[in-house]
């Protein structure tokens, strides 16, 4: 398998693809928002594809569905994020760095999960974004 990181094409909507060329794997993810949790789940939700043996690009549908599963739990298992979040009424700064340290995840992917499931609003994605690591993918 080859894996191939890409500048993100703008307004393509597209943030990774599968393609098998003969036995080989080409697997692609592109630098899109520049956010270390962003690009790991836009890989893991490729190698979901890979495992359900889904080649090439898919838009939406069961397919897309069942790789956004497989990143989201292989990232953050299902059953403790559940706990964290009902545990935690009020979810600071520290909680998020006790659970990512509890579970072996930087807090930046934890934060970013808790924007997409709107447990934080991205209007206050600014006081947390210490958490949040981001890169530039350079020739």
Do not use: C
Request: net charge positive; hydrophobic share 40%.
């Amino acid at each position: 398998m080859s894996l191939v990181v890409l500048p993100y094409l703008k307004n393509s909507g597209i943030n990774g693809a599968v393609k098998k060329i003969g036995s080989r794997l080409l697997l692609m993810v592109n630098d899109r928002r520049g956010y270390a949790d962003t690009l790991w789940f836009t890989l893991f939700h490729e190698i979901g594809h890979v495992i359900n043996k889904d080649y090439g690009i898919f838009i939406a549908g069961e397919s897309e569905e069942q790789a956004d599963l497989f990143a989201k739990n292989m990232l953050i298992p299902k059953e403790q994020y559940k706990d964290f979040i009902n545990n935690n009424s009020r979810i600071t700064k520290e909680s998020i760095k006790v659970f990512a340290d509890l579970i072996g995840r930087d807090p930046g992917i934890v934060l970013g999960r808790l924007l997409y499931d709107k447990i934080i609003p991205y209007t206050e994605a600014k006081t947390f974004e210490e958490l949040r690591y981001k890169y530039r993918i350079t020739n």
